[in-house]
């Protein structure tokens, strides 16, 4: 069974520039969700979907940050302007239920000039 | 707001040793709670999973407990080797997971 898939695995871009992560979750699995992970830090949940709708997105900065999950299978996660502390690794997990287990992604390493 | 808090922070050993690494949370209102392993630089890596109606979950050298009640979770690895290094995260779910900061282990030959 695949995993969960996530690009780029690296990015570097520079202050105020645009960039945008794509996952695709396991098959069949309804919940997905996006974490930023600081160094020496724990993930912190930005946004949780359930099928294409939000399920909680109150950590994520609406100004700058968005993410789409249109056919409630792969989802973007999109940051415009960038700032020098959005420098951090993105998060795709999936779940088969908002309740049950959490698989990981690889990560989406962004480093911001 | 769920607050999940892990001790100790940081943990260095020699090989064999039994360890216990603590997870506590302030609300027992929850689902389940997972224990990863992350190594540098990549995901994470689900351990073991405890439903709520659960008290443990055992795999291998790994047996993680439950006391929902006090809003505790241990994760004991027995006999630790050096591939053990790493940084281990509980997630508690509540319907959103939430994750602590992490113990970064590290045990040397």
């Known amino acids: 069974e695949a995993g969960v898939a996530q690009s780029p695995r690296y990015k570097i871009i520079e202050k105020r520039q645009s960039v945008a992560f794509w996952c695709n979750p396991i098959?069949?699995?309804?919940?997905l969700y996006w974490y930023q992970q600081i160094l020496g830090q724990g993930p912190k949940l930005l946004i949780q979907f359930q099928n294409n709708g939000v399920v909680d997105d109150s950590q994520l900065p609406k100004d700058r940050f968005s993410a789409e999950r249109l056919k409630g299978v792969d989802s973007t996660l999109k940051i415009q302007p960038a700032k020098l502390e959005d420098s951090a690794v993105y998060l795709c997990a999936s779940s088969l239920e908002v309740t049950g287990e959490l698989f990981f992604g690889e990560g989406s390493r962004l480093t911001v000039l | 707001k769920q607050e999940v808090t892990q001790i100790p922070a940081a943990l260095s050993v020699p090989e064999g040793e039994n360890l216990v690494l603590n997870c506590s949370f302030t609300d027992s209102a929850i689902y389940n709670l997972q224990w990863f392993r992350q190594d540098p630089g990549k995901g994470l890596t689900s351990l073991l999973l405890i439903q709520s109606s659960q008290r443990e979950q055992t795999s291998g050298r790994l047996n993680a407990s439950l006391d929902k009640s006090s809003g505790r979770s241990t994760l004991y690895i027995a006999a630790s080797q050096p591939g053990d290094s790493a940084t281990y995260l509980c997630?508690?779910?509540?319907?959103?997971?939430?994750f602590g900061r992490g113990t970064s282990l590290i045990v040397h030959p």
């Open positions: 997630a508690v779910n509540d319907y959103i997971p939430t």
């Open positions: 098959s069949g699995h309804a919940t």
